[in-house]
């Protein structure tokens, strides 16, 4: 499984952004699809990334972090193969790169519990 995501860009605070996740696979359906992020400086540092929100693949729903469940939407279209991470009030810690991931783990939140990895796209909010 391939993943892409894209949408990131430069905003400033209070601002809305929305990133896109696009899946190449034959069983998206199957697929839990989260957001991570990472920001400055951290990969350097060791850090693991951040979790920030999932969509999972069936009634189980969405999950976020408590840093963004107030602000942030996740949301996923099958027949699109695709994931979207809508970002609201956005806040200048929140500038990272943001990834997204696959797993079939639901509510996984560790990123050692997903073997497939998007590149990232970088968010920069400015205040």
């Known amino acids: 499984v391939q993943l892409q995501a894209s949408g990131g860009g430069l905003v400033q605070a209070g601002d809305s952004l929305k990133l896109s996740c696009t899946v190449t696979t034959d069983i998206f359906r199957m697929y839990v699809i989260a957001w991570f992020r990472q920001a400055p400086g951290k990969e350097r540092e060791g850090e693991e990334r951040e979790f920030v929100a999932g969509v999972n693949w069936g009634p189980r729903g969405t999950y976020y972090s408590d840093s963004v469940k107030d602000r942030f939407i996740v949301s996923r279209d099958n027949t699109k193969n695709t994931a979207w991470l809508q970002m609201n009030s956005l806040k200048p810690e929140d500038t990272a790169v943001y990834y997204c991931?696959?797993?079939?783990?639901?509510?996984?939140?560790?990123?050692?519990?997903?073997?497939?990895w998007g590149q990232g796209t970088q968010v920069t909010v400015s205040s």
């Open positions: 991931a696959a797993t079939h783990y639901a509510d996984a939140r560790r990123p050692q519990d997903f073997p497939s």
